[in-house]
């Protein structure tokens, strides 16, 4: 029957708007993600220190502790803040939850980086910004395609966390399903 394709029809714009939503969130959550294991992933890559293995478990446990057990004492926190509710909410505690998988990519990724490109670029006289920009980050394209990829898609299809801290605001497209 054509009973979807009438579905379809009448709720477009809704569907859309949760789409358009749900897009927007995860890929904010991308940015953020990558943006907060850049440094983290170069150091636990390249150095060798005391506390070095601890760190990393630590840094990669959100993945494995349930996001329920966390996020509803985070929501508390979100309340204080004023940012329940909001999409800049919905976005922290999802790359909170979420970031281990670009970090544990961006490791990978800077294990493959010679450092030696990076002390041709500081005699070139390339700054550390200069360098992340110039030298890292197109080396790290395909681990930050990689784990950004694995973020947005959990972070578009995630049901309980958008719920819980977007409070039914913040519309998303599983919500909407």
Request: charged letters at 10%; glycine letters at 10%.
């Amino acid at each position: 029957t054509f009973r979807g394709i009438d579905f379809v029809c009448r709720n477009g714009p809704a569907i859309l708007s949760t789409l358009v939503s749900s897009t927007g969130y995860s890929l904010l959550t991308v940015v953020a993600a990558v943006l907060l294991s850049l440094r983290p992933a170069e150091v636990l890559a390249r150095y060798e220190f005391p506390g070095r293995i601890f760190l990393e478990a630590l840094l990669l446990s959100p993945v494995l502790i349930p996001s329920i057990a966390w996020a509803t004492g985070l929501h508390f926190l979100l309340i204080r803040l004023g940012l329940a509710n909001t999409r800049a909410g919905v976005v922290l505690v999802l790359t909170a939850a979420y970031y281990p998988y670009v970090l544990r990519s961006l490791i990978a990724g800077y294990q493959q980086i010679d450092p030696d490109y990076d002390t041709c670029a500081e005699n070139l006289g390339a700054g550390s910004f200069r360098r992340l920009v110039t030298v890292h980050l197109p080396l790290l394209g395909p681990a930050i395609l990689a784990g950004g990829s694995v973020v947005f898609l959990v972070a578009f299809s995630e049901y309980f966390l958008v719920f819980l801290t977007g409070g039914g605001v913040v519309s998303s497209y599983t919500g909407y399903l």
